[in-house]
């Protein structure tokens, strides 16, 4: 039996590796563990993703909790030193861009373990970004990249990474999005929230970029206040914006705006519930980008970049940046206008774990078909 280490850090993870470890159980040849490595932990933040996901358990767990960029990925990687050398497996499976996806490839790679990055070769080419840090060195290091669009593989290409290390298998955090409508949608969460199906916009803000400084964070919410005198805003709100939220300037543009509602972080399918009948999304998030596309519904991605630019070019995103006058603008295009005709990228298809699977599988030497 070929061993499988999957590493699972922060928010975003948890949606890309549930299909993966389904994908790969239907392989008898294959074995899966999970390591967790705590960078997430409030209840909303992790544990409520594996009930929503059916991933089991963590079958270890890191606790490294939160603290500088430093210190998380250095414990992080003490901690996980000590679950590959009990451990040893044949391929640690490493997803996205956070800290926790970095410090296994480093240590995973040192200890001459193979490792495999999904969603590689996406670059905002900005590197006051951690997260384009994360990517760079993480697909540096990796054998074997899954790539969620063709444009990814360019970058790749481009960096000198062997032609033969890149997979073009689609997205798979679209495949947890079209195996999870159908249960999202008989949520009751628009009625908890007494809202109308199309007739409110949903925003998520976490960058720190946007974020961290009291009086940008204030100058976002001023312009997402606006919106709301059109239609209700719906804001869950990430844990890393409470410090800013308690900022007086901060306070005084929540109490100004005419329906902007702060709720706590939602678990997966709440959330899906809420964004699939929005009428405007609004979000400095990667992963909304790509779930607004595969949706249908308008984005405008509240920052001057974007590693993904086939939402862009294909789907329902426009890049807006954080000028209020800019959103308020485009916030008022969309909702003067129709819904926006994007389409599917290529290979977004709620297969992509499989095709992952197929490739590990025949990596690790099994001859075993990976049922679809
Ligand atoms: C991390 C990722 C980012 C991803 C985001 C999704 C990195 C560099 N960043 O950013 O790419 O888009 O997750 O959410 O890996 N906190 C809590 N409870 C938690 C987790 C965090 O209260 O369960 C608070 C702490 O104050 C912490 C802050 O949020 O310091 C930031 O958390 P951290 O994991 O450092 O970064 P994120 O901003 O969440």
Redesign the pocket.
Same mark, same amino acid.
């Given at each position: 039996m070929k061993k499988i280490l999957h590493v699972v850090s922060?928010?975003?993870n948890f949606m890309k590796v549930a299909p993966l470890y389904a994908a790969i159980a239907h392989n008898q040849a294959l074995t899966q563990t999970i390591v967790h490595t705590g960078?997430?932990?409030?209840l909303n933040?992790?544990e409520i993703f594996f009930r929503d996901l059916g991933l089991p358990s963590p079958d270890a767990r890191l606790d490294v909790g939160?603290g500088s960029?430093t210190a998380?990925t250095a414990h992080i990687m003490l901690g996980l030193e000590t679950v590959l050398s009990a451990e040893r497996p044949d391929l640690v499976s490493v997803v996205g861009?956070?800290?926790g996806t970095l410090a296994a490839v480093l240590v995973a790679t040192k200890m001459g373990i193979a490792v495999a990055h999904v969603e590689a070769g996406l670059r905002s080419f900005d590197r006051s970004m951690?997260?384009e840090i994360?990517r760079v060195v993480t697909d540096q290091l990796a054998d074997l990249l899954f790539t969620p669009s063709l444009d990814a593989n360019e970058n790749l290409l481009r960096e000198g990474v062997p032609p033969e290390r890149i997979h073009f298998v689609g997205n798979v955090l679209i495949d947890t999005l079209l195996a999870s409508r159908e249960s999202a949608a008989r949520l009751p969460i628009l009625d908890a929230l007494g809202l109308v199906a199309g007739d409110y916009a949903v925003c998520t803000l *976490?960058r720190p970029s946007n974020v961290d400084d009291p009086s940008r964070f204030a100058r976002l919410l001023g312009a997402i206040g606006d919106v709301s005198e059109r239609l209700p805003v719906v804001f869950p709100v *990430?844990?890393?914006c409470r410090r800013s939220i308690g900022d007086p300037e901060v306070r005084a543009v929540l109490a100004k705006a005419a329906d902007l509602r702060l709720i706590s972080p939602l678990g997966y399918l709440e959330f899906l519930a809420l964004t699939s009948r929005a009428r405007l999304i609004l979000t400095d998030?990667?992963g909304l980008q790509e779930e607004s596309t595969a949706l249908g519904v308008a984005c405008l991605t509240l920052r001057e970049n974007t590693e993904r630019p086939v939402t862009v070019e294909l789907g329902t995103n426009t890049l807006v940046g954080a000028e209020p006058a800019r959103i308020r603008a485009e916030a008022a295009r969309v909702l003067d206008g129709a819904r926006p005709a994007g389409r599917m990228p290529e290979l977004w298809d709620g297969h992509t774990a499989a095709r992952i699977a197929d490739v590990y599988a025949d990596v690790l030497g099994s001859t075993m078909a990976v049922a679809r």
């Open positions: 922060a928010r975003p960078q997430h932990y409030d933040m992790s939160s960029h998380q861009d956070v800290n951690p997260e994360n *976490h *990430h844990p890393r998030s990667g």
